[in-house]
Structures are given as structure tokens and as C-alpha cells.
């Protein structure tokens, strides 16, 4: 086993320990569980946990082959003097010239948001003027078992039917993750909730009629296949409280001051500078 391998076996085996700990170490420096997470975040844009559990180790794997041979490339650089050549000074200089007036706008620009209040009045009034935003449809909290051929569907509701309660549920959960062919097959064939109109009509029809705690007496045949379905939970159309929604109307409200200050803001900055 090479000394590569042995330290890719090592993290593997540390994944399951904290964040901060340190993986591996190279010439000294080391790579800890949070540089490679911080890695999988920005490589795949927040949404490494979509990845599929399969292909997560792998990831992983890459990740840490990467980050050594970053550290490997860096460490060799400075040993050779890279970090004292002019080259590297001037290109360094330019980086950091940008990166400080990027910076300074996104300070500027919390700063200058920050100074935007909005009172408790301006948001009542919103609210009680546009109450119909914040309709919810109803909505339905549901699992289904997605299958190829009718006659599995079947089958799988022969299995379901005499079953009630907790029961049901459990065993509906255990077979979407053994027989599913549908994304949602190893969450137990959760579809979170959704509202009117999300899913395809066959689909979409069928669940809302359903009572909760049931399943559907029949195969339910879409595009993708054929479905047995669990309906778990159901919200009745309602309208969100003040409450509930006061801190996302306070952010919109804030947001279209701060575009109505800049216009403002940036008006009298350009009288007072010096354009050729």
C-alpha cells in the first residue's frame, strides 16, 4: 500500500469524527473534516448533500487527493522561491488590489443597508394590503413506491391493504426502499409536501382525493411509471399570519429602499467626483 493510499484510508475512516479534526498533515500543514467540506460546498454549490450516497465517499476521496496535491505544489513553491520572485509579487499585488475594493463594496454596501429601517407600521400595512401573497394552497404530505410494470404495483398493494395505522406507514417506508425504481426510494418514497398542480394530473389528482393514512386502492399510472402512493399529512388552504411572514416582508421592504437610497446615494457620489 502506498503512502497515498494509506492516508486516503485514514480519512476515510475519520469522516465520522469532527469537523476541526485533522485528517492528514503535510509537511506539517494540516488538512482538517471542515477543508474538505468547505471544498464539496463550493465544488458542487451548496448541494453536496443531493449527491447520491454512492458517489459521496468518492467525492470525498477526490477532494482530499486534491487538497494534498494543492498543499504538495505550494510547499515545493516556497522551497524554490517562488513567493520572493517578481513574478509572483506583482501578480500577487494585483489580486490583492481587487480582492480590497471587492471587499470594501460588500462592506460598504452592509453598511449602508443596515442604516435602512423599516417600522412596524410600514409592515402591518403591507401585510393587511396584500394578504393574498401569502395564500398557501392546500397541500399534501406524501410517499409513493414507483414501479415499472402494473403488475409489481399490484402486488405491493395485495402486501399493503389488510395493514392500518403504523403499520402501514412502516411497511409502505420498507418496501419504497427495497422496491422503489424513483428518486425518493431511499428516503422511504417521501415526497415532502407539495401543493396543487405540482406533480403530473394522473398523479396529482389522485392524491388529494385520498383520505390520510391511506394508500391508493389501485395502481396510479403516469409518465414515469406506476405508482402506489401513502398520503400521510394534508394542509388545508390557509393564509400565512402576520407573524409568520413579518421578517420576510421586513427584508422586501428593506430591499426597495436600499434601491430607491443608492439611486440616491450614487447620484450624489458622482457630483462630488471627478469623471473625464
Known sequence: MTKMTKLLAAFLCACSLAS?????????????????????????????????????????????????AKELVFSDAKKIGVLESKE??????KVQERIKKELAIQVWQKQEL??????????????????????????VHARHILVKEESDAKSIISE???????????????LAKSKSTGPSGPKGGDLGFFAQG??????????????????????VKTQFGYHVIYLEEKKEKATRSFTEVKSFIEQRLKMEKFKAYIQTKMKELEKQATIK
Not at 399493503?160 to 420498507?174: A, P, Q, R, V
Open 20 to 68: 476541526a479534526n485533522t485528517l492528514v498533515t503535510v509537511n506539517g500543514v494540516p488538512i482538517t473534516q471542515n477543508d474538505v467540506d468547505t471544498e464539496l460546498m463550493n465544488a458542487t454549490q451548496g448541494r453536496f448533500d443531493q449527491v447520491p450516497v454512492e458517489k459521496q465517499a468518492e467525492f470525498r476521496r477526490q477532494v482530499l487527493e486534491q487538497l494534498i
Open 88 to 93: 509572483f509579487k506583482d501578480e500577487y499585488a
Open 114 to 139: 443596515d442604516k435602512i429601517k423599516v417600522s412596524d407600521k410600514e409592515l402591518k400595512s403591507y401585510y393587511d394590503a396584500n394578504k393574498e401573497e401569502f395564500n398557501e394552497k392546500e397541500s
Open 160 to 174: 399493503l391493504k389488510s395493514l392500518k395505522g403504523t403499520k402501514l406507514k412502516d411497511k409502505f417506508i420498507e
Open 198 to 219: 405540482q406533480m403530473v394530473p394522473e398523479f396529482n389528482d389522485k392524491v388529494f382525493s385520498m383520505k390520510v393514512g391511506t394508500i391508493t386502492d389501485v395502481p
